[in-house]
């Protein structure tokens, strides 16, 4: 009775978040293009959609990325993630949570060397689930490893130093990304792709652990807040700006997606900016609560860390 409790609550949650701006978006969009009013670029896709698989329409039926939609298909790999290791979590002991962290990160790794080695399709590869999933995974490891406070990790991430540190290392990485994105050798390439997911991580919870009065200051300003609270209104917003034009994108997705890019990511796809602002906002008030009992604070790890891998695809 608690495991199902457990797991409708946890599941409830993400729904209530998700679902109904997504398929508000889904149902607009699909009215516009039977009245002309919108591009019919969605239209194919729309089973996919629905049923949370935009991943393997653009990676295994379309292989090439829809426009302004092409975003959604994050949104899927996050669903996927959240039916299939949430259950498998609460199935298990809090003790083992952290191995089959460690082991999705493993299996994530081999199978982005595999496919490389293979010669897949780069956007197959980038749209994978177990692809991404390593990297939402090992969000959830930094989520356990902060709570526990495993070799004082807390005192370690929360440091200025590793914070401006990790900020270079993560900067340095996304503006070289054309270039070892663009690695033949499958064993460097999987390396590269497994010290950006770690800095991401490592960043993410070098934040979440800092003490320092103006990074606090700064991360629980409201206007950060809200930025986190409305950030899925920004991410359907993306796709939903109507444009008659035959190709040109408004100038206010432009700007998004010219951002999103110079942080190293492809076609504006999850911003690391956004994301960590919106994961900050939520972490900071959590981490907190460092004086929990062992077993609430593992639990509080592990879905913490959830969050923290929550857009975890981002390379």
Same mark, same amino acid.
């Given at each position: 009775?608690?495991?199902?409790?457990?797991?409708?609550?946890?599941?409830?949650?993400?729904?209530?978040?998700?679902?109904?701006?997504?398929?508000?978006?889904?149902?607009?969009?699909?009215?516009?293009?039977?009245?002309?009013?919108?591009?019919?670029?969605?239209?194919?896709?729309?089973?996919?959609?629905?049923?949370?698989?935009?991943?393997?329409?653009?990676?295994?039926?379309?292989?090439?990325?829809?426009?302004?939609?092409?975003?959604?298909?994050?949104?899927?790999?996050?669903?996927?993630?959240?039916?299939?290791?949430?259950?498998?979590?609460?199935?298990?002991?809090?003790?083992?949570?952290?191995?089959?962290?460690?082991?999705?990160?493993?299996?994530?790794?081999?199978?982005?060397?595999?496919?490389?080695?293979?010669?897949?399709?780069?956007?197959?590869?980038?749209?994978?689930?177990?692809?991404?999933?390593?990297?939402?995974?090992?969000?959830?490891?930094? #989520? %356990? $490893?902060?709570? @526990?406070?495993?070799? =004082?990790?807390?005192?370690?991430?929360?440091?200025?130093?590793? /914070? +401006?540190?990790?900020?270079?290392?993560?900067?340095?990485?996304?503006?070289?990304?054309?270039?070892?994105?663009?690695?033949?050798?499958?064993?460097?390439?999987?390396?590269?792709?497994?010290?950006?997911?770690?800095?991401?991580?490592?960043?993410?919870?070098?934040?979440?652990?800092?003490?320092?009065?103006?990074?606090? #200051? %700064? $991360?629980?300003? @409201?206007?950060?807040? =809200?930025?986190?609270?409305?950030?899925?209104?920004?991410?359907? /917003? +993306?796709?939903?700006?109507?444009?008659?034009?035959?190709?040109?994108?408004?100038?206010?997705?432009?700007?998004?997606?010219?951002?999103?890019?110079?942080?190293?990511?492809?076609?504006?796809?999850?911003?690391?900016?956004?994301?960590?602002?919106?994961?900050?906002?939520?972490?900071?008030?959590?981490?907190?609560?460092?004086?929990?009992?062992?077993?609430?604070?593992?639990?509080?790890?592990?879905?913490?860390?959830?969050?923290?891998?929550?857009?975890?695809?981002?390379?």
């Amino acid at each position: 009775m608690a495991l199902s409790a457990e797991l409708k609550r946890f599941l409830f949650r993400r729904t209530l978040r998700i679902f109904p701006i997504y398929y508000l978006m889904l149902t607009v969009m699909g009215v516009l293009m039977l009245f002309g009013m919108a591009s019919p670029e969605l239209a194919s896709g729309m089973p996919f959609h629905f049923a949370y698989l935009s991943n393997f329409w653009i990676g295994y039926v379309l292989h090439d990325w829809p426009g302004r939609y092409s975003h959604l298909w994050s949104l899927a790999i996050e669903e996927q993630f959240y039916l299939v290791f949430a259950p498998l979590l609460l199935l298990l002991a809090a003790r083992r949570h952290l191995v089959v962290c460690a082991l999705t990160v493993v299996a994530g790794l081999i199978s982005l060397w595999a496919m490389r080695a293979a010669h897949w399709p780069e956007i197959t590869i980038y749209t994978y689930p177990l692809s991404n999933f390593w990297l939402l995974a090992l969000g959830g490891m930094g #989520g %356990l $490893l902060i709570a @526990r406070n495993a070799g =004082g990790v807390r005192a370690w991430l929360g440091h200025g130093a590793t /914070l +401006f540190g990790l900020s270079l290392c993560l900067v340095g990485l996304c503006a070289s990304e054309p270039a070892w994105s663009a690695l033949q050798n499958p064993l460097l390439f999987t390396g590269v792709n497994a010290v950006y997911g770690l800095c991401i991580a490592a960043l993410v919870g070098s934040i979440a652990c800092c003490r320092n009065a103006v990074v606090l #200051g %700064l $991360l629980e300003t @409201r206007w950060l807040a =809200g930025l986190g609270r409305i950030s899925y209104g920004f991410y359907f /917003l +993306f796709v939903s700006q109507p444009d008659p034009r035959p190709d040109p994108q408004p100038s206010c997705t432009s700007a998004v997606r010219g951002s999103s890019t110079a942080m190293g990511t492809r076609d504006g796809h999850c911003g690391v900016v956004r994301d960590l602002a919106r994961t900050c906002a939520v972490v900071v008030a959590d981490d907190r609560r460092a004086h929990s009992p062992p077993e609430d604070a593992a639990h509080a790890g592990g879905e913490r860390g959830l969050r923290i891998g929550a857009r975890g695809h981002v390379r």
